[in-house]
């Protein structure tokens, strides 16, 4: 469907919904926080490029984007790879709709405590 020298793109097998592809960096990384810093923007036109071709072959209403880090946040494939998944109707809940409902606490300190790691 999709390669570069980067990265490579292809429908998901088990797809959630129709057009489902992932775009895999060719450098093995569990996590984005794997992937060496001057891949990451090579990996994200990859991503870039497939959603204009699904915008243009599927005509999508919208897109998600996004990848699972971690097994607490479902990743059951220990190689980064990105979820591009077209959506064919309004009113899709996003990635909110994805957590637990948070506490929101004191956004000061936790943006300090952020900052600081």
Avoid: C
Avoid at 5 to 26: E, M, Q, S, W
Avoid at 57 to 75: D, I, S
Avoid at 82 to 104: K, N, T
């Amino acid at each position: 469907m999709y390669q570069s020298a980067a990265a490579v793109a292809f429908l998901d097998r088990f797809p959630v919904v129709r057009g489902h592809t992932l775009v895999i960096p060719r450098t093995h990384a569990a996590t984005l926080l794997d992937l060496p810093d001057d891949e990451v923007g090579p990996l994200f036109l990859a991503v870039k490029a497939v959603t204009q071709r699904l915008f243009g072959a599927l005509r999508p209403a919208g897109l998600n984007v996004g990848w699972n880090h971690g097994a607490a946040a479902g990743q059951r494939v220990f190689h980064l790879h990105v979820h591009v998944l077209p959506r064919f109707a309004e009113g899709g809940r996003g990635v909110q709709s994805l957590g637990a409902g948070g506490e929101r606490g004191d956004l000061a300190q936790l943006a300090a405590a952020i900052r600081a790691a």
